[in-house]
């Protein structure tokens, strides 16, 4: 185990949801599964009661530890995407999977957890400030996913005029 690891609290699919995180995104992979020794508050012996797990290459364990506590989108997985073919592919398969569409590139997957799916050419702009990061940034604000076109419209736009 990972010296630092993210622990994210499921109701009792952390296996179903690590599954799905490995199947969508790269450099992600499923690791042991422990079951519980005995039966505790929300599961019985033998449950699943944690599995490992790694998301673009970053350690998670997933707990299933009932439904006393939810995700909030105080915590979140940002995604950093290289064009609109990749944004799509990320976006749709969370929506597509029971999740749930919000604004400004993020969404929650159907365990509830947040994810920013967001293209580099929104972040490089932001990065750059100026009237690039504005124009980038208001374009953005119209969106829930990203649309790469209308980003680089933006950043065009304020080259043009600068």
């Not at 299933?64 to 592919?89: K, L, M, V």
């Amino acid at each position: 185990m990972a010296k630092n690891t993210i622990c994210l609290w499921y109701d009792r699919d952390a296996l179903q949801a690590a599954n799905f995180y490995a199947s969508v995104f790269p450099d992600s992979a499923v690791g042991p599964v422990h079951l519980a020794p005995a039966d505790y508050p929300s599961g019985s012996a033998g449950d699943v009661l944690t599995v490992e797990f790694t998301v673009c290459g970053v350690a998670c364990i997933g707990l299933n530890g009932g439904d006393t506590f939810r995700h909030s989108e105080a915590f979140s997985f940002q995604i950093a995407t290289d064009d609109q073919a990749e944004t799509d592919r990320y976006w749709n398969a969370i929506i597509d999977n029971g999740g749930v569409a919000s604004e400004c590139g993020w969404c929650k997957d159907r365990w509830g957890l947040s994810w920013q799916i967001t293209p580099r050419v929104l972040t490089d702009a932001i990065a750059q400030g100026g009237e690039v990061a504005q124009r980038a940034f208001q374009a953005m604000m119209t969106m829930q996913k990203i649309d790469v076109a209308r980003i680089e419209a933006a950043i065009a736009v304020t080259a043009t005029s600068d």
